[in-house]
């Protein structure tokens, strides 16, 4: 990875609000929009769904560091969909022992509503060892039930909404990745490109003082897409593992 190019024709700005600009770009896109950034906001990924929604084609590069993993406006659930498989064989006994189950409890019932009367009626207490029936068949009723929980029905696998890669940050401790993605570039329908210190969050895009340069110089767009591409295919850098992560993301119950 790496990429030198001299001479392009660019805008500069430097100031708050360096992503109005690439912000309007983004959402004129008419083809596709590239995006690398270490760091990531909820709505601004919502405006990613949004273009992918309209038949963008949208790639994204960013870090584990996303905000919204651990808060409360969890988008990156859109980007990883989990998918429920049946198990269909494991359905069909659980469906079986739940009906058992359920003749087990009904029988319980019917036995003991029958057994008390008649030991009063009767004045028999000889009939009461009919409970020990009662008290074998719960056993058995709980050992099914416990069987039941058991029986994995559903497996889970997950893929993305759209082509991302998250790579593992150096700051998380994975002692691989010595190398942290910290570029922010941003190609839009592959005609104009933007670079400079603005991440794709709501800070970067409005708040902070950033810098940015502007191109659409042809040679210099098509140099990035090349070293975006090379980072996106060849980085060699540690992902996160999209079946595992979804698996963090999402309930799995397993009937």
Same mark, same amino acid.
């Given at each position: ?89 494991? +359905? !069909? ?7 058992? *189950?359920?003749?087990?409890?009904? %029988?319980? =019932?019917?036995?003991? #509503? ?91 895009? +409005? !708040? ?7 191109? *659409?110089?042809?040679?210099?767009? %098509?140099? =990035?897409?090349?070293? #975006? ?27």
């Amino acid at each position: 990875m790496g990429t030198f190019y001299n001479n392009a024709v660019c805008d500069i700005y430097i100031g708050k609000g360096a992503g109005a600009k690439l912000m309007q770009d983004i959402r004129n896109a008419k083809r596709n929009v590239k995006i690398v950034s270490p760091y990531l906001s909820p709505f601004l990924i919502k405006e990613l769904i949004y273009l992918h929604s309209k038949g963008i084609n949208i790639r994204l590069v960013t870090s584990d560091e996303i905000e919204d993993f651990y808060g409360y406006d969890k988008n990156i659930h859109k980007l990883i969909i989990q998918n429920k498989h049946i198990d269909e064989k494991a +359905k !069909e006994t659980r469906d079986n022992l739940v009906s058992l *189950s359920g003749t087990l409890l009904f %029988a319980m =019932i019917g036995l003991g #509503v029958v057994l008390i009367p008649l030991i009063y009626l009767f004045n028999n207490f000889t009939l009461v060892y009919g409970f020990i029936i009662i008290a074998v068949m719960f056993f058995v009723r709980d050992f099914i039930v416990k069987k039941i929980k058991k029986t994995k029905v559903y497996h889970y696998t997950y893929k993305q909404l759209f082509p991302f890669k998250v790579f593992v940050s150096p700051n998380s401790g994975n002692s691989f990745n010595t190398t942290f993605i910290h570029s922010k570039i941003y190609i839009i329908d592959d005609e104009i490109a933007y670079m400079g210190s603005l991440n794709f969050t709501g800070s970067g895009v +409005k !708040e902070n003082h950033e810098t940015r340069i502007r191109t *659409s110089d042809p040679n210099a767009v %098509a140099k =990035i897409i090349e070293e #975006v591409k090379e980072v996106f295919y060849n980085s060699n850098l540690a992902e996160r593992d999209i079946q595992f992560w979804g698996s963090q993301l999402y309930e799995e119950p397993v009937n």
